[in-house]
């Protein structure tokens, strides 16, 4: 049985630049076809534009409010929206609240940085 408390979670920084603890997946548990991961985000801060080859993602604000772009296409989020975001889109996610950005990130397949293709 594998089970993690948040507590236990060392944080690590993605090819995106995203501050993630990682509940499930490749790097906390053996979770092999999927991923859930919270991304923080400090006011002012971005991540890089990216898009993942195979992964589908989704983005859960429990936190904070953001500006998502998906290919092109823009949209304020916060706390309780969540965003799909497709295998190929090309995604950039701003921190514009008053208070951190948290995101609760799933995906399948597993969030691997050789999925992770920067565009900027």
Known sequence: ?????????????????????EWAGPVAAPAQNQSLAEATIPVG??????YHRLSEELYLVSAGQGRLIIDGEERIISKGDCALIPPGA???????????????????PAYSHEDTCLTE
């Open 1 to 21: 049985m594998h089970v993690r408390s948040y507590a236990q979670i060392k944080p690590f920084v993605t090819l995106d630049g995203s501050d993630i603890r």
């Open 45 to 50: 801060g971005a991540t890089t534009e990216h």
């Open 90 to 108: 090309r995604h950039k996610v701003f921190s514009v609240g008053v208070e951190p950005l948290r995101l609760i990130c799933a995906c399948s």
